[in-house]
Nanobody
């Protein structure tokens, strides 16, 4: 069982930056591939970024590629999402997710692949 708690959301102007954090409970954080998803009002939850257990592999949605960066610190049980050049269309609730896996280099972009989810943190980008 893994519990995930996101933080770092808030209100930012267009062009600004935020860094989201997601802290996982338990001692086996390094056994999980991690992902970030987001959900805007009236829309489906969509993939943002993913990272493998060992940080060897990462993946990004086309909409955020070049602006967002995912990273993790297994010693701190934390995954991060650095968001730069934010746009109003990035406004959403951001969720982190964890998937148990034996494969150190694998990452996952499908929402249904993930086993555990956080409660989300709101990001609002004003124009």
């Amino acid at each position: 069982q893994v519990q995930l708690v996101e933080s770092g959301g808030g209100l930012v102007q267009s062009g600004g930056s935020l860094r989201l954090s997601c802290v996982a409970s338990g001692r086996t954080f390094s056994s999980y591939a991690m992902g970030w998803f987001r959900q805007a009002p009236g829309k489906e939850r969509e993939f943002v970024a993913a990272i493998s257990r060992t940080s060897v592999g990462t993946s990004y949605a086309d909409l955020v590629k070049g602006r967002f960066a995912i990273s993790r610190d297994n010693a701190k049980n934390t995954v991060y999402l650095q968001m730069n050049s934010l746009k109003p269309e990035d406004t959403a609730v951001y969720y982190c997710a964890a998937k148990g896996t034996l494969w150190g280099a694998s990452y996952y972009s499908a929402r249904q692949s993930y086993d555990y989810w956080g409660q989300g943190t709101q990001v609002t980008v004003s124009s």
